[in-house]
């Protein structure tokens, strides 16, 4: 089972930052798609295998629902705003201020882009 503190520094790697400034706003996007992958895949923790997946999901979710915020615009990698997660391309509003209607679209787009990913561990829901 991974854990926040395991995905943290992989994502701060990831984007480069030098300081813990942004781990309360990235948090919620973490656990936001830690949330996500849970539902979709039926499972009630995360195994080991979709740690890599997990921190490359909130990587693609910062990236386009925050693409003002100085220390992300920097990984962008100057694309204008336009920023492609998997086989979609989104223009980037960025909202700069927590979770938001569009860090939920951009996250449900994520999670879209990941799936051949998470069907691996996707379990089925028996009952009903």
Known sequence: M??????????????????????????????????RIKHYCNISSLPDGLLYVWASMVV????????????????VGGQGGNIKVGDTSVSAAGSGGGLTNTAKAAIDQ????????????RRLRWGG
């Open 60 to 75: 693609d979710a910062v990236r386009v629902d925050l693409p003002s915020v100085d220390e992300i615009d920097d990984t």
């Open 110 to 121: 994520v999670v879209f882009a990941y799936r051949v990913d998470l069907n691996h561990y």
């Open 2 to 35: 991974i854990t926040e503190k395991e995905v943290w520094p992989i994502i701060k790697l990831r984007l480069g930052l030098a300081d813990d400034n942004l781990q309360p706003l990235i948090k919620t996007y973490i656990d936001e798609i830690e949330r």
